[in-house]
């Protein structure tokens, strides 16, 4: 099932991704808006990145089907 192909709340794509220092434009419209608000909201308030990277990957996982793949490219 593709949702086993989304990497962990621990792997660093994920830290990358809501720090900013990784920029993507995913395909599926709802990432772009999920990981934008992730940014600015770790940006606002660093100490909040854990649960942003939880959050993600949570948003990710439920949409694995659509997600996956383009994630396997940046990791």
């Given at each position: 099932?593709a949702?086993s192909?989304?990497?962990?709340?621990?792997a660093?794509?994920?830290e990358r991704l809501v720090?900013?220092?990784?920029?993507?434009?995913?395909?599926?419209f709802?990432?772009?808006?999920?990981?934008?608000?992730?940014t600015?909201v770790?940006?606002?308030?660093?100490?909040?990145?854990?649960?942003?990277?939880?959050?993600l990957?949570?948003?990710?996982?439920k949409?694995?089907g659509?997600?996956?793949a383009?994630?396997?490219?940046l990791?």
């Open positions: 099932m949702e192909q989304i990497p962990p709340p621990t660093p794509l994920w720090t900013g220092q990784l920029t993507h434009k995913f395909n599926l709802a990432a772009n808006m999920a990981l934008s608000r992730a600015r770790v940006a606002g308030d660093p100490k909040q990145k854990a649960a942003m990277i939880a959050e990957h949570q948003f990710f996982t949409f694995a659509l997600t996956a383009e994630l396997r490219t990791n």
